[in-house]
């Protein structure tokens, strides 16, 4: 029978135990690596988002302003309907071109989807804020589907006030804020035209949606702020 010395069994141990505590310490900085991994990619991930609501709602403090600027120039143009010669020259100017403004519509989810479709989604620690995130797209979508009916009723009340009278006037060398709107509000079409961009605009009201996509931004700052 072989008998190993007590330095023997002193130095077996001491090397299991230094060979459990590598891999223990392995285990933990390959935890430790992976949590910083994924804290990055949340972070990364949110980040794109955020901008994404950003531009979002950039986008719709931009409709806004050009919502208002054609409230003023409806209001302006109908006050003054049947005497444009009497309308002070530099505001009629100003108004003239304003109601037959159109832009292009510009909604954007891409970075939302992302996330949705990769496990990064499930990742988020914070349930409230991935339920902002859903309701804040939602809101933006809805938002632009106002923005594009505007624009789409906008675009048919003017196609309908385009007289023969008036796409001649357009067509020619000598066109006049006077002369364009005196013949597009001599007909029945065009008076309603300019009482449609009205009605239209002062139904609007984009506060709640800023409201709410505002409130998600700050909840992704923070979160952000939280996960450094």
């Not at 919502?67 to 309907?81: K, T």
């Not at 906008?154 to 008036?166: F, G």
Request: aromatic fraction near 10%; charge should be negative.
């Amino acid at each position: 029978m072989i008998r190993i010395g007590k330095e023997k069994w002193v130095e077996a141990l001491l090397n299991f135990l230094a060979v459990c505590l590598g891999i223990a310490i392995t285990f933990t900085g390959d935890g430790i690596i992976s949590r910083q991994r994924e804290k990055k990619e949340v972070a990364s991930s949110l980040t794109l988002v955020k901008n994404e609501l950003e531009d979002n709602l950039s986008f719709i403090e931009y409709s806004d302003s050009v919502f208002s600027a054609i409230a003023d120039a409806a209001e302006f143009l109908i006050r003054y309907e049947g005497n444009y010669k009497a309308a002070p020259y530099d505001s009629l100017m100003q108004y003239c071109n304003i109601p037959l403004i159109s832009y292009e519509i510009t909604y954007s989810d891409e970075a939302l989807e992302l996330l949705k479709t990769s496990s990064i989604f499930t990742k988020i620690k914070d349930q409230e804020l991935s339920l902002e995130l859903i309701h804040a797209y939602g809101a933006i979508s809805d938002e632009f589907k106002v923005i594009r009916f505007f624009h789409e009723r906008k675009n048919k009340y003017l196609e309908d006030a385009m007289s023969p009278e008036v796409k001649e006037i357009l067509a020619s060398d000598n066109v006049t804020a006077e002369r364009l709107w005196t013949a597009m509000t001599r007909g029945r079409e065009g008076r309603q035209f300019i009482r449609e961009l009205y009605r239209l605009q002062s139904m609007h009201d984009s506060s709640p949606v800023k409201e709410v996509v505002n409130g998600t931004i700050s909840h992704i700052d923070q979160f952000l702020q939280g996960s450094r």
